[in-house]
């Protein structure tokens, strides 16, 4: 009986994991349990969210800081609350957005060379608008300066960063928003929730396009894209706390297209989708291995496993344009320990050092093709690629300077929420009345009481003098009695 094994170029790629000297150690990684992945990677840059005392932080370290990091390393301050995630802009490399439990999002310009004894850095922009918690930040894929934010507040909101300005608020979830992703050309936005349900919206009409059943268990859940098809990927819990792996047709959501069962740990699995190779990553966190599988006509097929003995609590991957092309590495994957980050190179074994153009093929761009403008007015558009044959090269430094002032966005209020401030005033000044009142009747009953025992000691003291004088009495009474009895 012959056995026959599918071809592939991508069936022998292995994970190296880098030594300890070429990885970022001395990290004060957050302990926040919120659901992120910790660490953001762009092709200059590795971001990481920061354990600060007396408000929140993140730092960001170039690649060139391997090794010990300073105790002084300076951090990006301006967050009153824990920073619960970063991301990078797809379009400048030198400009962050974060989001925090202050329910702020900040933007930030990176200097060029961290210097020794260099300040702390500030925001150039603070956006307020959501009433909780933000969770998520997600630049758009394709145009400039459009970012989405998630919050607790279970809205999401969308931003011209250049502006200063909220344009779009999409509604729609019951709880928490537990992940987002954009599709290829930005038109559309899948979310994972709480609620158990896996919704696509097309979010500048603010319209649930498709809505379905996600995974049924009660941890959290993750959905990517695969590449520019209308494929989703998710990755959650059954009922019976079994880890999945589900395929989903986005134009209809009812039911999934593949269910596979992967085993039986606690962790949270965070996908990561390689368009290029069309290979999906896997990384559970407190799981030492990383899974990977390729896609093709609609089937997951397993390749192999990354396997290391420390577990991590969040993995980020490397933009395509910042691999090394000419050692076959296809992928690099950003893992976060306790006190470290380690770089994880996924490698194509080949003999030859010629550009091997059919693993890698042209990949995204740092060019946007649209404006933000052109975006919000309806206009779509695919992503700009570059053919990575030549090397990639990093722009100089383009400084981000918004048009908005850098004083924080006041949210906009509309006459119903006018309405509903001035209900809200009225009914707390009722309370605040009613509270008096009951203060003040509280005091009168405090002194009634103190007056009645007052007058209960008096009486006590009295009924023990007639007592007293009573028993004095019975005394002499007896006295002439027992004298007689004497002289007799």
């Given amino acids: 009986m012959a056995f026959f094994v599918r ?78 995630d970063t991301d990078f802009n797809p379009f400048n490399d030198y400009v962050i957005a974060s989001g925090g439990e202050d329910s702020k999002v900040m933007i930030w310009n990176i200097p060029e060379e961290y210097a020794e004894g260099q300040e702390e850095v500030t925001p150039v922009l603070k956006l307020s608008g959501h009433g909780r918690k933000v969770g998520h930040v997600l630049f758009h894929p394709v145009a400039e300066n459009v970012l989405a934010s998630a919050s607790t507040d279970l809205t999401i909101k969308l931003w011209d960063i250049e502006k200063g300005v909220e344009k779009q608020e999409i509604t729609g979830h019951q709880e928490i928003i537990q992940s987002l992703a954009w599709n290829y050309n930005g038109s559309l936005l899948a979310t994972t929730c709480r609620d158990k349900k896996l919704r696509v919206f097309d979010v500048r009409s603010n319209e649930i ?59 949270v699995l965070m ?22 599988y390729e896609y093709d006509n609609d089937e997951l097929y397993p390749l192999s496993e990354f396997k290391a003995i420390e577990p991590q609590r969040g993995m980020s991957f490397l933009p395509k344009r910042g691999v090394h092309v000419n050692e076959c590495e296809i992928a690099r994957a950003y893992k976060v320990g306790t006190t470290l980050i380690e770089p994880i190179s996924f490698t194509v074994p080949r003999k030859s050092d010629a550009f091997q153009s059919d693993i890698f093929p042209p990949c995204l761009s740092d060019e946007p093709a649209l404006t933000a403008d052109e975006w919000f007015e309806g206009k779509n558009a695919n992503p700009k690629l570059i ?41 707390y000044k009722e309370v605040t009345k009613e509270n008096e009142e009951l203060k ?18 008096k009486l006590r003291t009295a009924l023990a003098e007639l007592a007293l004088a009573k028993k004095n009495e019975e005394i002499k009474a007896e006295k002439p009695h027992s004298d007689n009895a004497l002289a007799e």
Wanted: hydrophobic share 30%; glycine share 8%; with cysteine.
């Fill in 7 to 84: 071809p592939s170029k991508y069936r022998h790629v292995y994970g190296t994991c880098a030594k300890r000297e070429f990885s970022y150690d001395n990290l004060r990684v957050s302990a926040n349990a919120w659901d992120t992945n910790m660490v953001k990677a762009n092709p200059l840059f590795l971001s990481v969210n920061w354990q600060a005392s007396g408000g929140g932080a993140f730092a960001v370290l170039p690649h060139s800081q391997i090794g010990k990091l300073p105790d002084n390393y300076p951090l990006y301050r301006g967050h009153t609350g824990p920073v619960l």
């Fill in 209 to 267: 396009i498709q809505e379905g059943p996600g995974h049924q268990g009660i941890k959290g859940s993750r959905v990517v894209w695969l590449g520019d098809t209308d494929r989703l990927a998710t990755t959650g819990f059954s009922r019976m706390s079994d880890r999945q792996l589900n395929l989903w047709d986005s134009t209809n959501l009812s039911k999934h297209l593949k269910s596979e069962f992967l085993d039986t740990s606690s962790g």
């Fill in 440 to 457: 003040s009747q509280v005091s009168e009953k405090t002194t009634k009481i103190r007056v009645l025992e007052i007058e209960l000691d």
């Fill in 271 to 292: 996908p990561f989708y390689d368009m290029d190779t069309k290979m999906l990553y896997l990384a559970g966190k407190g799981d030492g291995n990383i899974r990977y």
């Fill in 387 to 427: 053919d990575l044959e030549a090397g990639f090269t990093a722009k100089t430094k383009k400084e981000f300077t918004p048009a908005a002032p850098v004083e924080e966005a006041k949210p906009t209020s509309s006459p119903q929420d006018k309405s509903g401030e001035t209900d809200y005033q009225e009914a």
